[in-house]
């Protein structure tokens, strides 16, 4: 049973590029959720993915958007790159909106700007 | 600000000792509260949970006690081994729930170091 899976593992990209990662869940799960994780710091929720979806925001600007397709796999876009959008970015998965289950994540995605 | 924190951010113990991780909260609304590990180039693995209306819960050789009245956490690991090595992160969730759709507040995180 493959878990939560996230791709790429490692990106670098120029300032002002737009980059695109990928999360598909646990099987079963039809939830997603994304964070961002800047080193020697803790997750900081993004945004959730449920019935394609998003259902609420954490404190992050517009340049910051997501999709869920019907095979609950879920894309995470970041437009206009800044240097402090360097960190590693969670997918967590869980089923039914999340409530009363518990979440599983992902290796994350490794993204530097320079 | 966060609304979890720990305490310390790192904490060396001899294998084999016992290992007590903490962490304070300062939303009461907060029903439900989660231990993950997140050892180097890892994502966060859960370790254990709490709902508000209990004290203690106990795993394999784990245990989370919650003190609302103090708003405090903490994580209790029972001779502690090597591949205990990682950093802890509490998470405390309002949606009553392990993703809810307030997603999980994380604290810092306290980095475990197991001394031989």
């Known amino acids: 049973d493959a878990g939560v899976t996230q791709s790429p593992t490692h990106l670098i990209k120029t300032r002002g590029q737009q980059v695109t990662l990928r999360c598909s869940p646990k099987s079963g799960h039809d939830t997603v959720s994304w964070y961002q994780q800047a080193l020697g710091q803790g997750p900081q929720f993004i945004f959730q993915?449920?019935?394609?979806?998003?259902?609420q925001r954490g404190n992050f600007p517009d340049r910051f958007s997501g999709h869920q397709f019907p095979n609950y796999s879920s894309e995470l876009n970041v437009n206009a790159l800044l240097l402090g959008d360097s960190a590693l970015y969670l997918c967590?998965?869980?089923f039914g909106g999340g409530l009363n289950t518990e979440a599983f994540f992902g290796q994350g995605t490794r993204l530097t700007v320079v | 600000g966060e609304s979890v924190g720990l305490h310390l951010p790192t904490l060396s113990v001899q294998e084999g000792d016992n290992s007590i991780i903490n962490c304070a909260y300062s939303?009461?609304?907060?029903?439900?509260f989660i231990w993950y590990k997140q050892e180097s180039g890892k994502g966060p693995q859960f370790i254990i949970d709490i709902r508000s209306n209990m004290d203690k819960r106990q795993g394999q050789r784990v245990t989370v006690l919650l003190n609302k009245t103090v708003k405090h956490l903490s994580l209790q690991i029972a001779a502690t081994q090597p591949g205990d090595s990682a950093v802890y992160f509490c998470a405390e969730d309002l949606g009553g729930s392990g993703g809810g759709a307030d997603g999980l507040t994380f604290g810092k995180g306290t980095h475990l170091i197991i001394q031989p």
């Open positions: 993915y449920y019935e394609e979806e998003e259902r």
């Open positions: 939303n009461s609304a907060s029903d439900y």
């Open positions: 967590a998965s869980s």
